[in-house]
């Protein structure tokens, strides 16, 4: 289920089931934020996709959601700019201790990622294993190499292990991506 | 007043209020769907953020929002990419005829767009006088270029004409911002 951007913790025991994939979002959104702010990169998470069904309005405010859905989204969560190229990725966490369930990415994000390389930008998916507290990232060529070599619903740690790139938790920002970014095309 | 994404029309007399805008919306969302389609460029307009503040969990959904709020962007509406490069825009209508209102683009907004220039990005605003049919397009630069030079709270129609590029009326890409920039930058 995904965290819908900018919740109050307040709806019961629902919160902490949402809750539990917050920490690679925060830990993103402060890493992007350390970027804008040393102008390092302009990159921001996409809004929640919603559909609004019914609006009030009551005097004095610009409307009230009273009914809404959550949407698939139709890109990734994460796009901007760094060196003037264009940046999209994808972050997800999971459980397991081995593998990442492929389940967890929609397919027309990974054809949305496809789109991305063919346009010439830089694309990537960010994974962290949160029991290992292992975060991994795998640029859009080496997962693609993975679907078209595999039969699997599931990629293995080690496949993050040799093709991807480890990023370290620091202190800030906390996910240095973009220190890779700048090692692998720049 | 922003019109939501994906909102369905059947919330009475404000729907009428709010579709007023949707025209320049429609036209460059069929743009960029043809961008896609025809792998030009991909560029989406992102969702309107919302602030949610209490979800209902029925049995058999994945949520339904029952208080949610608008929240001022803190970006432009569409970004994506075009040949590698970054591109980012913001797009208003107006009912004015003879200047466009700087009220009409959040402060936050301009800075943005300030951001995307030094990061190397190409970026711009389209602006639709509705009342006239007339569509333009003016890059962050000339955008930049008049709010240091004037003290005016609004853009002159003339401004456009003189340091903008006109969008005329297609059939497909009903809005070819996309060849307007392939001039201007490849």
Redesign the interface.
């Known amino acids: 289920?995904k965290y819908?951007?900018?919740?109050?913790k307040?709806?019961s025991n629902?919160s902490i089931h949402a809750n539990r994939g917050m920490t690679l979002e925060n830990d993103i959104g402060q890493s992007n934020d350390y970027y804008?702010v040393n102008?390092i990169?302009?990159i921001?998470k996409?809004?929640?996709?919603?559909?609004?069904?019914?609006?009030d309005?009551p005097p004095g405010?610009?409307?009230?959601?009273?009914?809404?859905?959550?949407?698939t989204p139709?890109?990734t969560d994460y796009?901007?700019?760094?060196?003037?190229?264009?940046?999209?990725f994808e972050a997800k966490e999971t459980k397991h201790k081995t593998s990442f369930p492929l389940s967890n990415i929609h397919p027309h994000q990974i054809k949305?990622l496809k789109?991305?390389e063919?346009?010439?930008?830089i694309s990537f998916i960010i994974v962290r294993f949160s029991l290992l507290n292992e975060t991994y990232l795998l640029t859009t060529p080496q997962l693609i190499s993975f679907l078209e070599h595999n039969k699997r619903q599931s990629i293995p740690i080690a496949y993050f292990k040799e093709n991807g790139y480890i990023l370290k938790d620091k202190y800030n920002p906390r996910v240095d991506y973009i220190k890779i970014i700048n090692q692998l095309y720049f």
Chains 1, 2 share one sequence.
């Open positions: 289920m819908p951007c900018g919740a109050k307040t709806y629902h804008l102008n990169a302009v921001y996409k809004p929640t996709p919603i559909t609004i069904a019914k609006v309005y405010t610009n409307g009230i959601i009273r009914e809404g859905y959550f949407k139709s890109t796009n901007g700019i760094y060196k003037g190229k264009y940046i999209d949305h789109k991305i063919e346009h010439g930008g």
